[in-house]
């Protein structure tokens, strides 16, 4: 049996599967046992991919790529497309499970599959577009060109918290330019990794003549993301996750020179000045904080109000945030579902605590009773006197450290006093403030928005941080560079061998 679901409350594993027309694979050997946070009900028991699964996982998927880039980048992209119809045939089963597993809220797993989708119509279109440069040659007779190669396996770290899209930013992106991909999902959402995978193969049988093996997921804990950032034969590896995680992976990948694109944590910030419209204000920072329960990479955890509007601005989001539905996810009045985990809930408390010794003034954060054993939280708003330790670290909860300042050179150095750069904003309708934000003197993140929260970034736009967040740069803009090899060609149709830079070597 593949499933051993223990809670009446929750929909099923299978039906949801079966609505999608497709099954759980029957389990064999090693199990992982997969928990949900609406209420700790086990949800599926699973079979767990070993080291050397992951080892013959790989050689399939060399295969792959050596038919795989020999058909061409359109028809490539066809593929995708197909993907894509399927998913948007199968969104309502496919956010339940998103939900299920990762207890975000109902409309935030729609969204969620919805960028899915998105994503795979971005890169059917790209699967047209992937150009090279002709450049002015020096030399008479002679032409300078640049074209983009297919890399080999594409290998796959994922996070818990985006659990389908940040794979497809990645692997659709990745097909098209030509590579074959390996996933490995994060150990608490396996479930969305092989609803995707599986439609995957169901969108491979339609388009025909794709090889086999083109998509492979590996089901299992960190070992397997090590295994993929050691080897050799996956020459470019994208990791989604903590800070800590990518510290490890990068020294793994740099020592035997392959390509990582780092997607890791954020502390984020946003900047109230005294124009601010404060209606959207509050919007914005209360979606961009308790949102996704501030368990996404963007949430907004520190915020910089100007003194002058400290006290005003603290008091509506008390209030906004005592006003939050906190339930289950599957409950579509819900504002905030359940923090992933006991380990979460203990982080977040932590913290809390850290903040206190460090002269924050708390406000929510305490437990929200809700049947069964998930762990539900109300988000906290903490006072904080400065940019303490604990307001530099990012804590994967919904905490939202208030500080404030006079001037705005000030604001910009506590934005920016922080080691992680990923997302920032600004709420103010000063036109200055707003540019010198956005400008090289202003915001140092991979993200700087004005009038808009941390938060909810559009597919278009290449996504990713600086600084401790890892640099990587995933989906949209010219981020398919990063999943091809450049090769820089020069060709002579003249007669002679004219030498770059004059140089003479003549012979004979
Ligand atoms: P995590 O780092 O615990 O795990 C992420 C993935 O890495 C999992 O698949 C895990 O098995 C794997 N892993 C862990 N240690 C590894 C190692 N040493 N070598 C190889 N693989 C390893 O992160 P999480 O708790 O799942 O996710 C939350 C974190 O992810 C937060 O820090 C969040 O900011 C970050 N995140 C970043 C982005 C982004 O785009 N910047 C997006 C989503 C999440």
Known sequence: ????????????????????????????????????????????RLSQHSTADGQAAIARAETAFRAW????????????????????AHKEPLARIISLECGKILTEARGEVQE???????????????????????RPGHKLLESWHPMGVFGQITAFNFPAAVWAWGTMVALVCGNAAIWKPSEKTPLTALACTLLFEKAAAEFGDAPDHLVQTLIGGAELGVLLAEDVRVPVLSATG?????????VRVA??????????????????????????????????AAGTAGQRCTTLRRLIVHESLRETLVARLKAAFASLTIGSPLDEASHVGPLIDGQAYDAMQAALASARA???????????????????????????????????????APILYVLSYRDFDEAIALQNG????????????????????????????????????????????????????????????????????????????????????GVKFDIG
Request: glycine share 12%; charged share 20%.
């Open 1 to 44: 049996m593949a499933l051993t679901h223990d809670s009446e409350n929750l929909p099923s594993v299978a039906a949801l599967f079966a609505e999608m027309g497709i099954a759980l694979p029957p389990v064999t050997g090693e199990t992982l046992v997969t928990t949900s946070p609406v209420d700790g009900a086990q949800l599926a």
């Open 69 to 88: 880039r020999a058909v061409p980048a359109p028809r490539r992209g066809q593929l995708v497309r197909i993907y894509g119809d399927l998913l948007r």
């Open 116 to 138: 899915v989708i998105d994503i795979c119509e971005f890169a059917t279109g790209l699967s047209r577009q992937l150009h090279g440069l002709v450049i002015a040659t020096e």
């Open 242 to 250: 903590s800070t800590r995680m990518g510290r490890d992976v990068a």
């Open 255 to 288: 020592g035997r020179f392959g390509r990582a694109i780092l997607e890791l944590g954020g502390n984020n910030a946003a900047i109230v000045t005294p124009s601010a419209d404060l209606d959207l204000a509050t919007r914005g920072i209360v979606f961009s």
């Open 358 to 396: 460090e002269g924050g003034k708390v406000s929510g954060g305490e437990r929200v009773e809700v049947p069964g054993a998930g762990h539900y939280v109300r988000p906290a708003l903490v006072e904080m006197p400065a940019q303490t330790d604990i307001v530099r670290e990012e804590t994967f």
């Open 418 to 501: 922080v080691p992680q750069g990923l997302s920032s904003a600004i709420f103010t309708r000063d036109v200055r403030e707003a540019e010198l934000f956005q400008s090289a003197t202003g915001s140092d993140c991979g993200i700087a928005n004005v009038n808009i929260g941390t938060s909810g970034a559009e597919i278009g736009g290449a996504f990713g941080g600086e600084k401790a967040t890892g640099g990587g740069r995933a989906a949209g803009s010219d981020t398919w560079k990063n999943y091809m090899r450049r090769a820089t060609n020069t060709i002579n149709y003249s007669n002679e061998l004219p030498l770059a830079q």
